[in-house]
């Protein structure tokens, strides 16, 4: 037996208990996992408050990251007693996920835990600094360079924002962090690297088609018309990499940032991304992010909490990352 956080659904509303559980009862899958630490991410939130479309199906194990230890394995890639992390792939969405003390799993979906992080420290990274380590990524390809001037990062108190920062400041970036708690959260975003804290209000102004340009790139999670705001002021050849969509899923812009300054926009996708590059994120990762980031971003809670925590995160009350103890 173990125990898990499952959803269920009474009366179009989404329920959440914690249940002990029998390991027959787990979907099908290659690998079995001991479960040491999963996450909470702002996709979780939406699950299990029900607030956002997320489940596919009921009952559902939330939890779309996960990192421990192989107990069994019918796939030679993996075998009993190696460490390993997941992130995305549906999992806590359409296949049981990451908030129980046991999950089994597709063993493509998996990466070996890398050498120098622990399983709690795979997770104060997680989707979040995966995601973020690749929108990072996405400036660097696109050559905005640390001299171009400085990079926005909205919702940069997040999961994503928060280890932005922390990366393109060990880059050398200068970056700007836009908050809606800049008060609160300012001081704290400025120990992870930001050298400018913007209040969120300036960037809900309805948007000029072009503004003056104040930013050489920009990682957006927020959508809509926050981004809409943020492509009217990126300089001529910039890029702005984007992966959320908090504020909406639509974009009231032009095509004239595009046309007229050259600016690029890339679209980030983690819960699809190839092995291989997922691997090579992960790599980076450990090589970018500082003893100190371990040490300033992580909230950890036991899987009683985190239906309180769901709640705060999906109302914006979160910062930095959430990691659960299994």
Known sequence: MFKALVLEQEDKKTLATIRQMATSELPAGDVLIDVDYSSLNYK??????????????????PGVDLAGTVAESSDDRYHVGDKVVLTGWGVGEGHWGGMAEKARLNADWLVPLPANLDGKQAMMVGTAGLTAMLCVQAIVDANVKPEDGEILVTGASGGVGSVAITLLAQLG????????????????????????????????????????????????????????????QINYNGAVAICGLAGGFDLPTTVMPFILRNVRLQGIDSVMCPFEKRQQAWQRLTELLPASYFEQACREVALEQVA????????????????IKL
């Open 308 to 323: 309180e925590c769901a709640e705060a995160i999906t109302n914006g009350q979160i910062t930095g990352r959430v990691v």
């Open 173 to 232: 970036y200068k970056v700007a962090a836009v908050t809606g708690r800049a008060e609160a959260n300012g001081p704290l975003l400025k120990q992870l690297g930001a050298t400018t804290i913007i209040d969120r209000s300036v960037f809900e102004e309805p948007a000029r088609p072009l503004d003056k340009q104040l930013w050489a790139g920009a990682i957006d999670t927020v959508g809509s018309k926050v981004l809409a705001k943020v492509l009217s």
């Open 44 to 61: 979780d939130g939406l699950a299990i408050t029900g607030k956002g479309r997320i489940v596919r199906q009921f009952p559902m194990v």
